[in-house]
Structures are given as structure tokens and as C-alpha cells.
């Protein structure tokens, strides 16, 4: 634990020399690359979710690779091809730009769905397959996508099946007037982000990862997280409730947001505390709900408000 914790600090620390006041947004995205999920960061231009992923990919001596997606950005780009060599008389596999540790996938929307269902498999399955090849990706391995609410003209909005594979989803938000401030006296005479070492191996990751994987759930823990998935599947205002595959994030979040706490087994308020980063993008609102102002987190507090809180003891 004592080396986990140590870890995890000095990744923090060190992003932190370039994002000012994210410390919560950087949880999220450690607890995702310690649960072995994927983050849709999604906010307005300008306030960071670029530099944010930058930050990490710095951090981490890991190989990276930052995709603009746009629309004339193919699926083959992506997932690399196969090309015949007339020298040696045999087909050869070019590998495409996913075939990286870390991947930004930037404007995320703004590509064609073809282009972001080539995706699909390697999100899902840490693998690629092309002509009937399957091609590992490195380990570890997490795509970290960005994406814009606010803009709709030229977008292609991510269908529920890629929603599904974002093990979390964060919002980065505007800074106090402090942090603003903070931010112009950092970058004044430089960009932080150049001068930023790595704190961090690949071993360390996957050390990390498996630790994770050892972080205790009791039966009473998988019990409340299946409440939680039960209660959207047949809540009113909801015509999509969450997956399985919801429910198995949310508890593999809830083990990563325990080991960041320090703790080898996870409590139901880190249940509570993953529940709307992990549930939310995954539900649809009937269309009712959306003309009374309802929310997806609004949905996913009043589940947390009516359900029994287990009781664990340490």
C-alpha cells in the first residue's frame, strides 16, 4: 500500500506542476488508468482537457500518441493496414496510430462513426483486428478522448455502444478567479508542460493495476453496486438504464478510488462517490424527463438517496 500510495502521489504532483486546481479530475483519471478504463473528458474549449491528457502522457514513461480526429480520418488511420511487398512476395501489417500506450483521442465527435467504431474493439478488448489478424495492443494501455458539448455543427455524436466503453466520464470546469490567476503567473515566461519528467514506468502502471485488482469488494459492496444498476434499468424516467459492464466499472472504480484513499478494501461511500463519474454517460432520459429538467446525476442521486447503505467493518 505504502508504495501504491507513494506512486500515485508523485503522479499527481507532477501533473500538477503544469493543471492548476484539478486535483479532482486528476482522481478520476488515475482511478481510470489503475481500473484499466478508458476517460471521455467533455468541456468547453480552452480550459485544459488537451493539457490535462499532455500532463499525464508526460508523467508516464509510457509511449503516447495524440489523434486529431477529424472527418476525413479512416478507420485504417486508426487500426493500421495490410499491404502486399512485392520484394518478399507477402502481406504486411502496418501498424496504425492506436498502437500506443496512451492514446488522446482529441474532438473525439468530430469524426465520422465509422471512424469511431474502429475503436470499439480496442477499447473493449486491448486488441485490433485487421484482415483477420488480431494484433495486441502495448500494455498498459488507456484512451483518454476529448470532445466539446457545446459545438454540434460538424459533430457526430459517440453512439451508446462507445459511451459504454468510457469507464469514466469528467467535466474540467472554469478555475476560481485564484487559480486563474495562478495560471497566468505559471505560464508567463514558459509552458510548464516542456520541461515536465517522467515519475513513472510502465511497470509502475501495471504494479498499480494489480494492486487494484486486490483491493477487497465484500459480498454486501456487490450487492449495493447491483442495486445501483437494478434502480436504472426500471427507473421512470430513464428509457436506457446502466450495463453490466456499468456495473462491473463501478466497482473496479470504487476498488481504484479506495486504494487512492490509502485502503485495501472499498466502503459504500466510495461507491457513492463513483457512481455519477461512472453511471451518467450511460443513461438515456426519456424524453418527458428532459422537458421537466431532469438529469442523468439527478436520476443516479435520488437511486443513492432511496437505497439501503450497507455497513462494512474493516
Do not use: C, W
Amino acid at each position: 500500500m505504502e508504495k501504491a500510495s507513494l506512486l500515485l502521489k508523485n503522479i499527481q504532483e507532477n501533473i500538477e506542476r503544469v493543471i492548476v486546481g484539478k486535483s479532482e479530475a486528476i482522481h478520476l483519471i488515475l482511478i481510470a488508468l489503475m481500473g484499466r478504463g478508458h476517460v471521455l473528458i467533455e468541456d468547453v474549449p480552452g480550459v485544459g482537457k488537451t493539457m490535462m491528457v499532455s500532463s499525464l502522457a508526460r508523467s508516464l514513461s509510457l509511449s503516447f500518441r495524440r489523434i486529431q480526429f477529424t472527418p476525413d480520418v479512416l478507420p485504417s488511420d486508426i487500426t493500421g493496414f495490410s499491404m502486399y511487398n512485392f520484394k518478399t512476395g507477402q502481406m504486411e501489417f502496418h501498424p496504425g496510430m492506436i498502437m500506443n500506450q496512451i492514446i488522446l483521442a482529441d474532438e473525439i465527435n468530430r469524426t465520422s462513426p465509422k471512424t469511431q467504431s474502429s475503436l470499439l474493439e480496442v477499447m473493449e478488448e486491448a486488441q485490433v483486428t485487421v484482415d483477420g489478424t488480431t494484433y495486441p495492443v502495448p500494455a498498459p494501455f488507456i484512451v483518454l478522448a476529448t470532445q466539446n458539448p457545446v459545438e454540434y455543427i460538424g459533430t457526430f455524436p459517440l453512439p451508446e455502444a462507445q459511451l459504454d466503453r468510457f469507464m469514466l466520464k469528467v467535466a474540467m470546469g472554469y478555475p476560481t478567479k485564484r487559480e486563474e490567476m495562478l495560471i497566468l503567473s505559471r505560464f508567463q515566461s514558459q509552458n510548464p508542460l516542456k520541461t515536465l519528467q517522467p515519475v513513472a514506468s510502465a511497470e509502475d502502471v501495471l504494479f498499480l493495476q494489480k494492486a487494484v485488482t486486490e483491493v477487497k469488494a465484500a459480498e454486501a459492496i456487490k450487492e449495493y453496486i447491483s442495486n445501483i444498476v437494478s434502480m436504472t434499468r426500471g427507473h421512470h424516467d430513464l428509457s436506457l438504464g446502466a450495463s453490466p459492464r456499468g456495473a462491473l466499472y463501478l466497482m473496479r472504480a470504487s476498488q481504484s478510488y479506495a486504494l487512492l484513499q490509502g485502503r485495501d478494501y472499498v466502503i459504500p461511500d466510495d461507491v457513492q462517490k463513483m457512481t455519477i463519474p461512472v453511471l451518467a454517460h450511460r443513461l438515456i432520459l426519456k424524453p418527458e424527463a428532459r422537458l421537466k429538467e431532469m438529469t442523468a446525476e439527478r436520476v443516479l442521486k435520488s437511486v443513492l438517496n432511496t437505497l439501503y447503505v450497507p455497513v462494512i467493518s474493516s
